[in-house]
C-alpha cells in the first residue's frame, strides 16, 4: 500500500487553514472591532484541536479511497470535527445556561452586552456528523471484509449508503435550521413608544414625604418569524450620572427600578403593543431631587429569552438626560 504524501501534504495545508487559520483570524478580526472578546485559554485550545486536526487529516488522505485505512481515517476525522465545533458552541458546558460567546458593544449613545447560549447548535453539529461517521465504519468493515452489509425495507439497502443518506438528510436539517432563524430573526421588531414619568404630589406640592414618582416605558414587540420568543425576564434600573447639584441628587446611584421583572412569551406570527413597565423611584429625597434638579441619567435594561433553542442574554445601557418639571 503506497502513502500518498503529495495528497498528505495538501490536504495538511487545506486543513490547517480551515482548523487554524480561519478561527485565530475571526478571532482576531471580531476583538479588533470589539464585537466579540477571547480568553487566552480558549484560543489555546482551539489551536491544540486545529494542530490535531490538521494531522489527523493528512493521515486520512495517506491512503487509496478504495482501502479500509482510509475509511478508518475519515469516521476518526469526521467525529473529530463534531467534537471541534461542538467545542467551539459550548457543547463542553453542562448545566450552564451561557454558551461560549459574549459579545460587547458601546459608543457616546448606547451600551449593549449580549450572552449567547448556543448548546444546540453543538448537538446538532455532533449529531449530524456521528452519523456521517458511521458511514465510513461500515464502509472500512466492508473494505476489510470484502463484503457488502445490506438490509431489506421492501428494497435491498446497503447499510452505509443507508448512513449516507441519514447524514445528508442532518446537513439539510441543519442548513434548514440557520435559515429559519436568519429569516425568523430578519422578521423580529421591537419599537420603544414612549418614556414618561407620572408624578403625584398628592395634593401636597411643597411637601415632597407622601410624593410618588415612576418612569414609565411603553414598548411593542412584533414577531412575525417562526419562533416563539420564549420565557422573556425583562429587569430595567435607573442611575444617575451626572447632576446640577450632586448634594440634592446624588452622583452614580441607583435611584429606582420595576418591583418584579417583566414576563412573557411573544408567541410567532403576533403583533404584541403598548405594554409597559414601571420604574418606581420610592425615595422621597431622591423624588425631591429630580423634581429641582437637572442631570444625565442611565436607563439599565436587563433583557433574557430561548429563542429558536439559543439562549440569549442582553443588558443595555441608555443614557437619559432629566429636566426637572
Keep these: 500500500m503506497t502513502i500518498q504524501y503529495g495528497k498528505m501534504i495538501l490536504h495538511g495545508i487545506l486543513s490547517a487553514i480551515f482548523y487554524i487559520a480561519v478561527p485565530l483570524t475571526l478571532f482576531y478580526v471580531l476583538e479588533l472591532y470589539n464585537i466579540m472578546t477571547f480568553s487566552d485559554s480558549f484560543k489555546t485550545s482551539v489551536l491544540i484541536f486545529g494542530i490535531i486536526g490538521v494531522v489527523i487529516s493528512m493521515l486520512r488522505h495517506a ?153 414609565n416605558l411603553t414598548f411593542d414587540v412584533g414577531n412575525a418569524g417562526i419562533y416563539a420568543i420564549n420565557n422573556v425576564s425583562l429587569n430595567a434600573e435607573l442611575f444617575t450620572v451626572e447632576t446640577d447639584n450632586a448634594s440634592a441628587l446624588p452622583w452614580h446611584t441607583k435611584i429606582g427600578g420595576i418591583p418584579s421583572p417583566y414576563q412573557k412569551t411573544f408567541h410567532s406570527f403576533t403583533n404584541t403593543v403598548d405594554q409597559t413597565i414601571s420604574i418606581s423611584i420610592t425615595n422621597t429625597t431622591i423624588i425631591y431631587g429630580l423634581m429641582t434638579t437637572d442631570g444625565d441619567l442611565i436607563l439599565r435594561l436587563s433583557f433574557s429569552t430561548t429563542y429558536a433553542g439559543i439562549f440569549i442574554a442582553l443588558n443595555v445601557s441608555l443614557p437619559f438626560p432629566w429636566t426637572h418639571p
Design 63 to 215: 491512503f487509496p479511497e478504495d482501502t479500509s485505512a482510509n475509511r478508518l481515517i475519515r469516521f476518526g476525522i469526521t467525529v473529530y470535527s463534531g467534537i471541534f465545533l461542538f467545542y467551539i458552541f459550548g457543547g463542553f458546558n453542562p448545566g450552564r445556561s451561557l454558551g461560549t460567546y459574549s459579545i460587547d458593544y458601546s459608543s457616546p449613545l448606547i451600551s449593549v452586552q449580549a450572552f449567547l447560549g448556543l448548546q444546540l447548535i453543538a448537538w446538532l453539529f455532533l449529531g449530524s456528523t456521528i452519523i456521517r461517521g458511521l458511514q465510513y465504519l461500515i464502509e472500512a468493515i466492508e473494505l476489510r471484509k470484502k463484503k457488502e452489509y445490506k438490509v431489506t425495507v421492501k428494497k435491498e439497502f446497503r447499510v452505509s449508503r443507508i448512513f449516507k443518506a441519514l447524514g445528508i438528510l442532518a446537513s439539510l436539517v441543519i442548513l434548514g435550521y440557520f435559515g429559519s432563524i436568519i429569516y425568523s430573526g430578519l422578521n423580529l421588531d421591537f419599537n420603544l413608544q414612549n418614556i414618561a414619568y407620572d408624578y403625584d404630589d398628592n395634593f401636597t406640592p411643597i411637601d415632597f414625604s407622601d410624593d410618588s414618582l415612576s418612569l
